[in-house]
């Protein structure tokens, strides 16, 4: 997984799972969510992913300094897993 900020978004590259997750990714991602100027993570870059990706998610949505955080361009792996667990409510604001 790689993420990067380009203006006031977080794009999100790569396989998000739970083999390729490391801590030194999932706490640079977190750390970029919480920047004050960022308004939207972009998943298209997002190759494959799985429940890691989900949490990732949910995680960030926590912790993100704006209430109003967008989620772009959401995997259908991940948006039938949010379906699954009954949270895809909380993807979308």
């Known amino acids: ?3 990067e ?11 998000v799972s739970v083999q390729t997750l490391n801590s ?4 640079e991602f977190l750390q970029q ?3 004050p100027n960022i308004q939207t993570v972009d998943f298209s870059g997002v190759e494959r992913a799985d429940s890691a990706c989900l949490a990732l998610i949910l995680q960030a ?6 209430s109003s955080l967008h989620i772009q361009a959401l995997p ?4 039938l897993l949010a379906q699954l667990y009954e949270v895809e409510e909380w993807l979308v604001h």
């Open 76 to 79: 259908e792996s991940v948006q």
């Open 1 to 3: 997984m790689r993420s």
């Open 61 to 66: 949505l926590r912790q993100s300094r704006q």
């Open 33 to 35: 969510c919480r920047l």
């Open 24 to 27: 030194g990714a999932y706490r």
């Open 5 to 15: 900020v380009r203006e006031q978004c977080v794009y999100v590259a790569g396989d």
